[in-house]
Structures are given as structure tokens and as C-alpha cells.
């Protein structure tokens, strides 16, 4: 996991510290409780990618961005079979021009799908991290925006993925409330 830590901060969020004290109190195990935060926090982050940002929409990639990904698309399809064997020069043109669309289409943060698919979550006693590993070079910059780039000259915005939005909180909630009633009457 990358050497970037930061605290997710939530309204609401207090009710489901208070519960990992109350277990810790009592001497419980709160591995298992982190596992079920760490799964809802998986689907969370999942969730933001399909939405392209929550609460906020991220912005939408640049022309320039959306022309390369096009030709990147169209420079693939031309070594498909299908392209290859297609009959005629309309015929590639159309092959291309869908190739383009679709990868100008896809979602922000997913044309290969990489970071999604690499997010991991750890768990330990009293903890929950959730972040991608470093092998993933794009992740932070993707997270908190910055200069990228040969000779850090393109400045990419923000478009943070790893956010609690307070429409989830109460997910969260759920899972410690519900956890810590379903330990604590099993006593």
C-alpha cells in the first residue's frame, strides 16, 4: 500500500468510533468488524467510480485527453482480425470511428480499469485501510491533483475516489451498531 496516509472525516462517523471502543472496552475482537467496514468501504469506492464522483462529479477529461484516447483505441483495433479482414475502406472507417467513441466514452478513471480493480483493503485490530498499492503510480495524483507529466508541465485535477460521501455514513453506522448489538447480547 503506498506510503500516503490521511484520516477519512465524516458527519456522523463518531458513532462508529464509539463502537470499536465499546468492543475494545469489553475485550472483544474487532478484527471481524473491520473486515465488514473494510467490504463496505470496497463497495463505496466502487460506487464513486460508477458515479464518477460523489458527491461531486469529477470533471470531465480535457479534448486533448479525449483525442488521444481515441487514437490510442483506434491504433488498437487496427491489429484486431476484425479490422484486418474488414472489406473496404469504409468499412475499417467505421470499425475506427466506434473504437474511438467508445473509448471517449468510457468512464473517467476507468478506460483500463486498473485503479478500481487494484484497491485493496487491509484490516487490522481498530483499523480499516483502503488505498492502492504503489505499483500504481497514477493513484495519487488522480486522488489529490498535481503537476504530471515530462517535466511536470499538466496540471491534472483532483478526482478523489476515496471519499465517504454522507450519504454513506449511515452504511457504516449500521454495519458497527449492528456488529457491536450482535457481539455484546452473544456475552
Do not use: C
Amino acid at each position: 500500500m503506498a506510503e500516503i496516509e490521511f484520516k477519512i472525516e465524516a458527519k456522523g462517523i463518531e458513532k462508529v468510533e464509539r463502537a470499536i471502543r465499546i468492543l475494545d472496552n469489553l475485550g472483544l475482537d474487532t478484527k471481524p468488524l473491520m473486515q465488514k467496514l473494510g467490504e463496505d468501504m470496497r463497495g463505496i469506492v466502487d460506487r464513486n467510480f460508477e458515479a464518477e464522483g460523489r458527491p461531486n462529479r469529477w470533471k470531465p477529461r480535457s479534448p486533448i485527453t479525449n483525442m488521444i484516447y481515441g487514437l490510442a483505441a483506434m491504433k488498437r483495433e487496427r491489429q484486431t482480425k476484425r479490422y484486418q479482414n474488414a472489406k473496404g475502406a469504409a468499412a475499417k472507417a467505421k470499425i475506427l470511428g466506434k473504437a474511438a467513441l467508445k473509448a471517449r466514452r468510457n468512464l473517467i478513471l476507468s478506460l483500463s480499469g486498473d485503479l478500481k480493480k487494484k484497491i485493496t483493503v487491509e484490516t487490522q485490530v481498530n483499523q480499516v485501510k483502503i488505498g492502492a498499492p504503489e505499483s500504481v503510480k497514477y493513484a495519487r495524483i488522480h486522488q489529490f491533483g498535481g503537476m504530471a507529466g515530462r517535466g511536470r508541465k499538466v496540471r491534472i485535477v483532483a478526482r478523489p475516489y476515496l471519499v465517504v460521501p454522507d450519504s454513506e455514513v449511515g452504511l457504516l453506522q449500521d454495519t458497527a451498531l449492528g456488529y457491536v448489538k450482535r457481539t455484546v447480547l452473544r456475552i
